[in-house]
T-cell receptor, first 118, second 110 residues
């Protein structure tokens, strides 16, 4: 158990809908990262938040957005869902997010949310 | 851009040693990480190399050569539970964003 929690575990929805995925980082971690894992695209970085502020952006679609709240939990919002959005969505957290110069920057992954778009 | 190459599949027998290679092309480089992922599970951190050389953690070791843009994960005394996918990942930015390779599926046979 990494200490990172994600809800829900599974989500089944229809095309065109909007969903929200939730992540709680490990106690004390300031950075939250979102990744998407699909069979054809592998594990891809979407976005990083550090202490409530957006810090880095990857291949995140404009239909997707995220935020980190004052209690450091994060939500990933996916809208106008398409069949191709079906994937595992992982949240990870780390201590500082400044770079892997120390053990505090190791990213610990949550169990993931499996999204199925029908 | 950034790209990482690793073999898609490796098969080995219980008790053997296996090496999973990773070559990378990145615009920036802070270090190379390795993660293990069992089917349906979350990626689990195994090791990290920022400097050239070998890092050993129990049965697992990881090596990095920055000049060759190359690293490997060495798994010794293979056990059935080591059957999983192994990902190399580069930390190429100050923000700690990870770019992952496509993963190597390791099958350990009795």
């Amino acid at each position: 158990d990494s200490g990172v929690t994600q809800t829900p575990k599974h989500l089944i929805t229809a095309t065109g809908q909007r969903v929200t995925l939730r992540c709680s980082p490990r106690s004390g971690d300031l950075s939250v990262y979102w990744y998407q894992q699909s069979l054809d695209q592998g594990l891809q970085f979407l976005i990083q938040y550090y202490n409530g502020e957006e810090r880095a952006k990857g291949n995140i679609l404009e239909r997707f957005s995220a935020q980190q709240f004052p209690d450091l939990h994060s939500e990933l919002n996916l809208s106008s869902l398409e069949l191709g959005d079906s994937a595992l969505y992982f949240c990870a957290s780390s201590g500082s997010g400044q770079g892997l110069s120390s053990s505090t920057d190791t990213q610990y992954f949550g169990p993931g949310t499996r999204l199925t778009v029908l | 851009g950034q790209s990482l190459e690793q073999p898609s599949e490796v098969t080995a027998v219980e008790g053997a040693i296996v090496q999973i290679n990773c070559t990378y092309q990145t615009s920036g480089f802070y270090g190379l990480s390795w993660y293990q992922q069992h089917d349906g599970g979350a990626p689990t951190f195994l090791s990290y190399n920022a400097l050239d050389g070998l890092e050993e953690t129990g049965r697992f070791s990881s090596f990095l050569s920055r000049s060759d843009s190359y690293g490997y994960l060495l798994l010794q005394e293979l056990q059935m539970k080591d059957s999983a996918s192994y990902f190399c990942a580069v930390d190429g930015t100050a923000g700690n964003m990870l770019t992952f390779g496509g993963g190597t599926r390791l099958m350990v046979k009795p």
